[in-house]
């Protein structure tokens, strides 16, 4: 234990055993800790005159939460206090490793019936620094079947060829789609591409006899369905 004139600052090391993070995670399972004790667990060590729960409290109050903390960069890490290039490492590590299980998520016989249902499955999309797009490939049930990722980049800049969004659709026999795509700003709010981009995709499908239920704009935290707005589709 530290002590200086106004403040002391307990080490983890001096905690009980069983108040420790690593022994709760151990005797508790990893539900029963606070985010910054599993933020602590993964930053390993805190330093000097500070705890490593300490530096994850600060870490998740200077960037505002987890969503925030998964926005930064490498550069705004290594720029913290108590946050070197090994823990920045660590920590981008341990949330995209988070983000890969989201992705990875069995999506195949979920029934979509509504926009929600479709945005439920694009949850990780919330955090991505960059655009992408993507296809949820549906059967004649509306079940989806498959999740594709188009695109990286904005829908400008990745130029979006109305070819290519229904390529794997038809390759997979899908008799529906919906389209989807974040905005890194957090806003929902589509643009005037985006309306274009819709109406250009849903002519199409109907040419195509591919059914496209909605096109998606993932925000943080919200999204938006052109569908329900009636933007792009007649």
Do not use: W
Request: net charge positive; aromatic share 4%.
């Amino acid at each position: 234990m530290s002590v200086t004139a106004n403040s002391y600052t307990t080490r983890i090391l001096d905690l009980p055993s069983n108040e420790r993070p690593r022994e709760r995670l151990a005797h508790y399972g990893p539900a029963a800790l606070s985010t910054p004790e599993l933020l602590a667990i993964i930053l390993r060590v805190g330093m000097e005159g500070r705890s490593a729960i300490h530096v994850a409290e600060t870490l998740l109050r200077d960037f505002r939460g987890l969503s925030g903390l998964a926005k930064a960069d490498f550069g705004q890490l290594c720029q913290q206090k108590g946050i070197g290039v090994a823990k920045a490492a660590q920590i981008q590590a341990a949330l995209e490793l988070g983000r890969r299980l989201l992705s990875e998520a069995p999506d195949a016989g979920i029934v979509i019936r509504s926009p929600q249902d479709a945005a439920n499955l694009l949850t990780e999309m919330r955090f991505l620094e960059q655009e992408e797009v993507r296809l949820l490939l549906l059967n004649n049930r509306h079940s989806v079947t498959r999740q594709v990722m188009l695109y990286r980049g904005s829908l400008n800049q990745a130029n979006i060829r109305v070819a290519e969004v229904f390529r794997r659709a038809i390759r997979e026999n899908s008799k529906a789609i919906i389209l989807a795509h974040n905005h890194p700003s957090g806003d929902p709010a589509p643009s005037p591409e985006d309306v274009q981009v819709t109406k250009q995709i849903v002519a199409a499908g109907e040419l195509l006899d591919v059914a496209v239920l909605d096109h998606l704009i993932i925000g943080n935290p919200g999204f938006v369905s052109l569908k329900s707005r009636n933007l792009g589709f007649s």
